[in-house]
């Protein structure tokens, strides 16, 4: 079968998945989400050039908050992504529209209601991080005004999820292209060329998301075929909101758990001072690219696996599982030796303070292990999104924040800021393996 037309004109039943089916997906989302560490990559060198080492340390603080935030709601674009492919896998292209309705009416919603209780928001958040007043003033800055793209973003989630969802990655790949792209530029031009400093970041944070919503909402629409047009009665049919929602909720709870675990961490860093939040700071970029790898492989198991639930068809799934696995550990690795080999001049790319450079190179194996441990974690939430086994992700999330609570009370004491860097790896790992051993069961309940 031919892994363009597969995702592009909509066959439906049994398929073969294969090498290139995989990567016809993962290849452009890759290369896609490749540029949103790029945005942390370029914020973080534009505010390392500021001469201030509470600019850098409090637009992390500020995007660990509104990380936090729009994070919670990633569940709109893996429940689309979902509910699509299946929806594709079967041929009914209704309800693939509907999904798309629904999806992008909670995300305009819960955005505005983000962007009204801001205030609020921005409130709570520097009083669970703690930052000291300089800090403070630059994270209140930042966030005040990237808050205002809220449902923006949100809308976003759910557009890449219905690309997703029907395996069309050069689409997702060019909105992804969209966003980024106009944020990094602006982010530039606004901060350093014009000198907003760090409100130029989140201005061009705003732009980005505004320019890339438009222009998917015009790419998708235009797309639609007007025969399978669902009505209104269709797309706020009581029963199908109940579902979504119930497994909107479970992936709610699981990637809130997620953002908290990593919020969790930039906490305890800034208790080691300053110094070490900033270099926690940048390997943190290093993290992102490794998991933006990870997640082009992931969306490939979301749409295939979904798929292969659509059309009912066991071979696929299995094949499906096997080859992300194995693109994703091969990747994995890759990644760890590219940075382990490179990641000094990453750094040094980041930051021209010194003694932040020196600080963050002390740590960095930990950054660069973390696209090995993270390796299953990543795949597997791409095969359990797929097969919307939501309760189930949510319940080993649990499981695995709770033994990463456990190692940073053991590890955090011991080794200091290793020690966090160690929990983690430690976090990313339990997450994998847990959900790798209940996938027999699963799916030997799913195909009976």
């Not at 637009?59 to 929806?87: H, P, W």
């Not at 309705?101 to 669970?128: E, V």
Request: proline share 3%; glycine share 12%; with cysteine.
């Amino acid at each position: 079968m031919n892994a363009t037309a597969a995702g592009e004109n909509g066959e439906a039943g049994p398929f073969e998945v294969t090498h290139r089916l995989v990567l016809a997906i993962a290849i452009p989302m890759t290369l896609g989400f490749l540029t949103t560490p790029l945005i942390g990559l370029t914020g973080t060198a534009v505010a390392g050039r500021l001469g201030s080492a509470d600019a850098l340390a409090g637009m992390a603080v500020g995007a660990v908050i509104f990380d936090l935030l729009l994070g919670s709601f990633n569940f709109l674009r893996a429940s689309t992504t979902g509910l699509v492919a299946q929806a594709f896998g079967r041929g009914d292209r209704r309800e693939e529209q509907a999904v798309y309705w629904r999806s992008l009416t909670i995300a305009l919603c819960c955005g505005l209601a983000i962007a009204l209780l801001s205030p609020l928001l921005l409130s709570a958040g520097l009083f669970l991080m703690a930052p000291g007043p300089g800090v403070a003033a630059v994270t209140t800055t930042y966030f005040t005004i990237r808050v205002l793209s809220a449902p923006m973003a949100l809308a976003n989630y759910a557009l890449l999820g219905f690309v997703l969802g029907r395996g069309q990655g050069t689409t997702g790949l060019l909105l992804q292209a969209i966003i980024n792209g106009i944020n990094i530029v602006l982010s530039i031009t606004l901060g350093l060329g014009l000198g907003w400093g760090i409100a130029g970041i989140a201005w061009a944070t705003f732009a980005g998301e505004t320019i890339g919503m438009v222009a998917g909402l015009l790419i998708v629409v235009s797309r639609f075929d007007r025969a399978n047009r669902p009505t209104r009665a269709e797309i706020f049919a009581r029963t199908r909101l109940k579902a979504l929602f119930s497994l909107n909720r479970d992936i709610m709870i699981r990637t809130f758990v997620l953002i908290g675990a990593f919020a969790i961490m930039t906490r305890i860093g800034s208790s080691f001072g300053p110094l070490v939040l900033a270099a926690n700071a940048v390997l943190m970029n290093i993290f992102l690219v490794a998991g933006y790898y990870l997640d082009g492989i992931a969306n490939a198991a979301e749409q295939l696996v979904g798929r292969a639930f659509g059309a009912n068809f066991r071979p696929a799934f299995d094949r499906a599982v096997k080859l992300t696995m194995l693109w994703s550990f091969g990747l994995g690795a890759f990644t760890t030796a590219l940075f382990l080999a490179f990641g000094a001049d990453v750094i040094g790319l980041l930051t021209t303070t010194e003694s932040v450079r020196a600080e963050a190179a002390a740590y960095l194996p930990w950054a660069a292990l973390t696209a090995i441990t993270g390796a299953l974690a990543f795949q597997m939430d791409g095969v359990f999104i797929g097969a919307t086994w939501s309760s189930a992700m949510r319940n080993m999330m649990l499981a695995a924040f709770a033994g990463y609570l456990l190692a940073l009370a053991v590890f955090v004491p011991l080794f200091g800021n290793h020690g966090l860097w160690l929990s983690l790896n430690l976090f990313l790992a339990f997450r994998g393996i847990f959900l790798a051993l209940r996938l027999p069961v699963l799916a030997g309940r799913q195909f009976a």
